[in-house]
């Protein structure tokens, strides 16, 4: 799946490393949106094998889009402003 | 000693707005970085599309909310990016960037907001699945559609507003699918119509989306979101019986809205089924005082009335606030907020009925669907583990079925699968659904972090 940037497309460019490879995103996405803005698009990996997850409430109800970043731990990609040289890893949350 | 307000949306805005006008200096907690609450939520900086693109009719109302808000900051000790996770007698527990705050009150109005009302279907957990709400928020605070091609299924105000929304900002709407036949909206055309303004909105939405060839499809039965690893259709059951399928890289899904009403049910309020709303909701008198001394209730968190009584019910709670306090309190004022609340509450049943949430769809879910996306745990686990104890135990109720299947005991509390779980463990029980009661609320209301202190 892939975000569809529809407006406010001429913010400035934010690069960041997602799973080790740098990528481009725009200053003021959430953590979320510079994810899933990118190709192939998810969040993590569910904890009980049932597949990808990309979250789902956007509200930070569900808890459904944690993503690790180094430094700052386990976050809730939806609530988290995306910076600059941000190192961000998907792939298995532990409980 | 202080007055804290929880929630900087319409209701939280026009709270501190009168508590300010009586001299007072509220603290105004928020979740999120900046005011507006989800209905009227600020872009972030750097952002730049008007108030009429991101609002629409609701421009004014929320251009109206924000410079209240900002001609109010100077006068409130706002505390926004603070999750308040836990309310004690007197005492809100709260954290931010980290950092935990114990905030005592004298009272408090918690204007928590909802969240969307979820019924699962297979493959409703692949990427590219949001709720209503959270598709909302992807446009109006990100600039983003959820994909490329979208379908909104459903049912509800919100799923023609939001479906319209993405057209308009350029979006593919491939379906509008609502599970209310159109016969069950037209029974209550006359109780819509005490809505003005607001039902005919909802009439220009639908119209606008007919008339720029966007199916729209009433009395569906949802079948099954399609996908390997990510979305990629969408399959239902017309109410004729035929089924058919789109292919779609995205599905916003909602069935309503229900209250985030985790600090008043702490707080030990007491909470009723409303067989309209078909949610829990905290008890509360008109003036929205609870039976919790110094625990005042507004907006969505105490039922879902829409932003529009949330203002007024606002309003209508902080003058509770003051007369409890023994301050003066302006009785027209306090007449004029009693009658917009009571004239809306009209409106709102007869919107309540014409889209009624599905329950029967929630009960037939198949065994094999997720029901609790944190932990994948089955519908059918949940009603073998129901007739399992039904068997040895007096029948359980959804916080015993929590017990045995881990429903609702996940990182989201059952936000997200406690409706279609009650209404799946009543039906496994052959009892209405208030008879299963409902989640009780735990701290922390959502994670957060729990760091060793270090020795001194």
């Given at each position: 799946m892939r975000l569809q940037r529809?407006?406010?497309?001429?913010r400035p460019a934010v690069s960041f490393m997602l799973d080790g490879a740098p990528v481009a995103a725009l200053e003021g996405d959430s953590l979320l949106t510079a994810i899933l803005?990118?190709?192939?698009?998810?969040?993590r990996a569910s904890e009980f094998g049932d597949g990808p997850r990309a979250g789902?409430?956007?509200?930070?109800?569900?808890?459904?889009c944690w993503v690790n970043v180094e430094g700052g731990g386990r976050v809730r990609a939806c609530t988290t402003p995306i910076e600059e040289g941000m190192r961000v890893s998907r792939g298995m949350v532990r409980p | 000693m202080s007055i804290v307000i929880v929630g900087a949306g319409p209701a939280g805005t026009r709270a501190a707005e009168i508590l300010v006008g009586a001299g007072l200096r509220p603290i105004v907690i928020d979740e999120a970085p900046e005011n507006g609450g989800r209905i009227y939520q600020r872009q972030p900086n750097g952002f730049h599309r008007t108030a009429r693109t991101l609002y629409g009719f609701e421009a004014n109302k929320a251009r109206a909310i924000h410079d209240s808000f900002d001609r109010l900051r100077t006068s409130i000790d706002f505390q926004p990016r603070t999750l308040a996770w836990n309310l004690r007698p007197g005492v809100l527990d709260t954290i931010c960037d980290g950092k935990a705050r114990a905030v005592p009150f004298a009272q408090t109005i918690l204007c928590t907001g909802a969240m969307d009302r979820v019924i699962p279907l297979p493959g409703?957990?692949?990427?590219g699945v949001f709720t209503l709400g959270g598709s909302q928020i992807s446009l109006k605070a990100q600039g983003c559609a959820i994909g490329a091609r979208v379908a909104f299924l459903g049912t509800g105000p919100l799923l023609y507003l939001v479906a319209y929304q993405y057209a308009r900002a350029g979006a593919q709407v491939a379906a509008v699918l609502d599970t209310t036949p159109f016969a069950t909206k037209a029974a209550q055309a006359f109780g819509l119509m005490r809505g003005g303004a607001t039902f005919a909105k909802g009439l220009y939405y639908i119209g606008w989306l007919r008339t720029h060839g966007i199916p729209i499809f009433e009395g569906v039965t949802p079948l099954a979101i399609g996908?390997?690893?990510?979305?990629?259709s969408l399959s239902w059951r017309h109410a004729r019986g035929n089924t058919h399928q789109v292919a779609v890289d995205a599905v916003a899904l909602g069935f309503g809205l229900k209250p985030e009403a985790q600090l008043a049910d702490l707080a030990g309020v007491p909470f009723d089924f409303d067989p309209v709303q078909h949610n829990w909701v905290p008890r509360m008198d008109p003036s929205g005082q609870t039976s919790v001394d110094g625990v005042f209730l507004a907006g969505d968190g105490s039922g879902i009335r829409g932003a529009d009584l949330a203002e007024a019910a606002g309003a209508r709670a902080a003058w509770s606030v003051l007369a409890a306090r023994g301050l003066a309190v302006d009785a027209r004022a306090v007449a004029s907020l009693d009658t917009t609340l009571a004239a809306g509450a009209a409106f709102r049943a007869a919107l309540e009925r014409a889209f009624p949430f599905p329950a029967k769809l929630a009960a037939a879910?198949?065994?094999?669907?997720?029901?609790?996306?944190?932990?994948?745990?089955t519908a059918g686990e949940l009603r073998a583990a129901a007739n399992e104890a039904l068997a040895t135990l007096p029948p359980p109720e959804v916080n015993r079925a929590k017990a045995l299947t881990r429903i609702g005991m996940g990182r989201c509390q059952g936000r997200v699968c406690g409706a279609a779980a009650a209404e799946i463990l009543a039906s496994t029980l052959s009892c209405p659904v208030e008879q299963v009661g409902r989640l009780r609320g735990q701290p922390p209301v959502k994670p957060i972090p729990i760091l060793p202190a270090e020795a001194a």
């Open positions: 529809l407006a406010e497309t001429g803005a990118q190709n192939g698009g998810y969040l789902f409430c956007l509200m930070g109800a569900c808890q459904d | 409703w957990t692949l990427p996908g390997d690893g990510q979305v990629e879910m198949a065994d094999d669907t997720i029901l609790c996306r944190c932990e994948a745990i």
